[in-house]
């Protein structure tokens, strides 16, 4: 079968619409049509319903979808095996990561890791949201929440703490509460949950219990970033913030375990540069595992 047709027809399964598909291929729309009717003359039957809010694949594109995708994987590894072979980790591998651990971590440690392979280009993709690997829109991600549905390889990277912080001007000109109670007398930092992409991000709620006045941020840097300016009190990242000098950890009895997990495809998790990667992050968060947990306060 013509791999031309069938990049095509994942194009659009993965977009959704034609017209998407062909800016990600680099086709015009027409060159796009043209190809997936070809694919479906050649099988005798439609492999989308083309709707005028997009195209959904029929049964017919559902069990085609995972045999196209072998198909691609296949291609890529004779193509990663013929680039590798003698040759230094090179290509180009996407990661999709939580805004927070992207921006304040990943950043600085996946510059070094490209810096150590010049021949690779990684793009690192800082963003609160949910990425699908099945369309592609990464090579690796790192979730939250292990996704339910999907053919995914899960390793688990380890845990992460959270802590309440206030900026140490705020302290001294506002005090800082002592109690959940207190909370109340305090301008509350916290996320905008329409935008909470993941289960765990439910943190938020035990201090907005008590809170009468809340400024909402929906991304983590920005939330760092108001509490840092002393614009009031919030939960932070306890890896970003506990080695910030204008940020003091308050109400010590408050505190958060979440998970990360590292989110692979199994079509694709053998290339070169995608395992070079995987492995790098694997090892970076079990020899820096003590960096991602608060120390117990003392007693």
């Known amino acids: 079968m013509d791999w031309d047709l069938l990049r095509v027809f994942l194009a659009v399964a993965r977009e959704g619409q034609m017209l ?9 729309h027409a060159t796009v049509a043209r190809r997936l009717d070809a694919l479906e003359a050649a099988l005798g039957t439609p492999l989308f319903d083309r709707r005028p809010t997009g195209s959904v694949p029929t049964q017919a594109g559902e069990r085609l979808l995972p045999a196209a995708e072998r198909v691609e994987a296949e291609l890529l590894g004779i193509a990663d095996a013929t680039r590798s072979a003698g040759a230094s980790v090179s290509g180009t591998v996407r ?4 805004d927070g651990l992207g921006n304040l971590l990943l950043a600085a440690e996946l510059g070094r890791f490209a810096r150590r392979h010049p021949d690779l280009v990684v793009e690192l993709v800082p963003l609160p949201r949910a990425f699908s690997l099945s369309k592609r829109e990464a090579d690796l991600a790192i979730a939250l929440d292990v996704p339910a549905e999907g053919r995914l390889t899960v390793s688990r990277l380890g845990d992460y703490t959270l802590g309440v912080y206030a900026a140490r001007e705020y302290a001294r000109a ?10 109340g007398g305090h301008l509350l930092v916290t996320g905008v949950e329409d935008y909470a992409y993941a289960s765990s991000l439910d943190y938020a709620h035990v201090l907005e219990a008590h809170a009468r006045r809340v400024f909402r941020c929906a991304g ?9 300016a002393g614009v009031g009190i919030g939960v932070l990242h306890d890896f970003a913030a506990r080695d910030v000098a204008e940020l003091v950890r308050i109400l010590p009895g408050v505190g958060f375990r979440r998970s990360y997990h590292l989110l692979a495809h199994p079509d694709t998790r ?3 540069r995608i395992a070079a990667c995987h492995d790098f992050l694997v090892a970076l968060f079990r020899e820096q595992r003590g960096r991602f947990i608060a120390a117990p306060e003392p007693g």
């Open 95 to 98: 990661l999709g990561v939580p």
């Open 220 to 228: 983590v840097v920005g939330q760092m970033a108001a509490v840092r």
């Open 174 to 183: 506002h005090g800082v509460p002592a109690t959940l109670e207190e909370i």
């Open 20 to 28: 998407a598909a062909a800016r990600r291929l680099g086709l015009n």
């Open 270 to 272: 053998g290339l070169t």
